[in-house]
T-cell receptor, first 109, second 116 residues
Framework: EDQVTQSPEALRLQEGESSSLNCSYT??????LFWYRQDPGKGPEFLFT???AGEEKEKERLKATLTKKESFLHITAPKPEDSATYLC??????????FGKGTRLHILP | EAQVTQNPRYLITVTGKKLTVTCSQN?????MSWYRQDPGLGLRQIYY???????DKGDVPEGYKVSRKEKRNFPLILESPSPNQTSLYFC???????????????FGEGSRLTVL
C-alpha cells in the first residue's frame, strides 16, 4: 500500500534557527513527490516537485531534496512568516496523489 | 485570476439530506480531485478525474458520488450524509492529466461541512 509519513508532527523553532522536515514514502512507481504549504483556514499551496533521487529545488529559505526513500524540506534561517503546516505528497503510477499528515511548523520571533 | 472555486464554503445539514458541493476551475485543467481533511488523518483523496466523463475512486469514496460532465466542473455529491462525513473538503485541479505536472495541484479555499 502506498504510504507517506512525515516527521516530526510539530516543530517549534526560534527565528533564524535552521532545521529540516522529513517525508518518507513507499509508493508503487513514483511519478513525482510534492511539497505544499498550508496556512490555517486555507487550501494547500504548491511549493515544489521532485522526480528523481538526487534532485533538489530551492525557493527563498526552503530547499527540498529527494532520495529513493525520503525527501527533506530544509528551512534556512526561518522567519515567523514561514510558520505553517508543510505537506508532502506522492503521485503513484495510477496518478493517485497521496498526502502525508503534515508537519506543523511554528517559528518564534 | 486563476482559481478553483468551491461552494458552499460552510454548510450545516442534517443526516440524510442530499447535498452537493460544487467545484469549478478556470484554468482549463484536465485533472480534478476531491479531498477531505480531518484532524490527525490529514488529506485523504475521495475521487479524482483525469478528464471529462472519466472518474476514479480515491482512498475514501464510500458515501460520495462525483460527476465530470464538463471540463471546468467537478461536483461532489453526498446522497445521504451522515455525521462521519463532517469534515473540511477541498477541491483541487492540475494541468494535463497524466502529464509531468499532475500533482502540482491548485486547491480551492475549502468547504466546511457539518452533518448533525
Amino acid at each position: 500500500e502506498d504510504q507517506v509519513t512525515q516527521s516530526p508532527e510539530a516543530l517549534r523553532l526560534q527565528e533564524g534557527e535552521s532545521s529540516s522536515l522529513n517525508c518518507s514514502y513507499t509508493v508503487s512507481g513514483l511519478r513525482g513527490l510534492f511539497w505544499y504549504r498550508q496556512d490555517p483556514g486555507k487550501g494547500p499551496e504548491f511549493l515544489f516537485t521532485l522526480y528523481s533521487a538526487g534532485e533538489e529545488k530551492e525557493k527563498e529559505r526552503l530547499k527540498a531534496t529527494l532520495t529513493k526513500k525520503e525527501s527533506f524540506l530544509h528551512i534556512t534561517a526561518p522567519k515567523p512568516e514561514d510558520s505553517a503546516t508543510y505537506l508532502c505528497a506522492v503521485r503513484n503510477r495510477d496518478d493517485k496523489i497521496i498526502f502525508g499528515k503534515g508537519t506543523r511548523l511554528h517559528i518564534l520571533p | 485570476e486563476a482559481q478553483v472555486t468551491q461552494n458552499p464554503r460552510y454548510l450545516i445539514t442534517v443526516t440524510g439530506k442530499k447535498l452537493t458541493v460544487t467545484c469549478s476551475q478556470n484554468m482549463n485543467h484536465e485533472y480534478m480531485s476531491w479531498y477531505r481533511q480531518d484532524p490527525g488523518l490529514g488529506l485523504r483523496q475521495i475521487y479524482y478525474s483525469m478528464n471529462v466523463e472519466v472518474t476514479d475512486k480515491g482512498d475514501v469514496p464510500e458515501g460520495y458520488k462525483v460527476s465530470r460532465k464538463e471540463k471546468r466542473n467537478f461536483p461532489l455529491i453526498l446522497e445521504s450524509p451522515s455525521p462521519n462525513q463532517t469534515s473540511l473538503y477541498f477541491c483541487a485541479s492540475s494541468g494535463l492529466a497524466g502529464g509531468p505536472n499532475t500533482g502540482e495541484l491548485f486547491f480551492g479555499e475549502g468547504s466546511r461541512l457539518t452533518v448533525l
